[in-house]
């Protein structure tokens, strides 16, 4: 008999779309947007409407390494988005000479 290498001969490791999650903290439903939008590799051997398979090795490529260096989450301001402030933010006459926001005034 004869014996074939197992490192040699070794099938690739597929990953479903849950598993794929899971293993790259990204969520099932970004992990199908990916493979839909062709940014994570996949195969489907069944057709269109059977299970996915992602080669695991997307896994290294599509997992970011972790930076330098980690700011605080409380160092971030979010931005301000441009625009018109919304009306219930703005002040009315009367909360401008009291100092108060419409929320404010409208509370007491």
């Known amino acids: 008999m004869s014996t074939l290498p197992q490192d040699s001969h070794q099938a690739p490791e597929y990953l479903s ?31 269109h409407r059977c299970r996915i398979s ?16 980690v700011s605080s989450p409380q160092a971030e301001q979010p931005k301000r988005i441009p625009g018109p402030r919304p009306s219930w933010t703005q002040l009315t006459p009367f909360a401008q000479s009291q100092g108060k926001s419409n929320a404010q005034a409208e509370n007491e």
């Open 54 to 69: 992602i080669p695991a090795s997307a896994l290294r490529a599509t997992v970011p390494s972790a930076p330098a260096s």
């Open 17 to 47: 779309p849950a598993e794929f999650a899971r293993r790259s903290g990204l969520s099932e439903p970004t992990v199908r947007r990916y493979v839909k939008n062709g940014k994570l590799p996949s195969y489907q051997p069944g057709g």
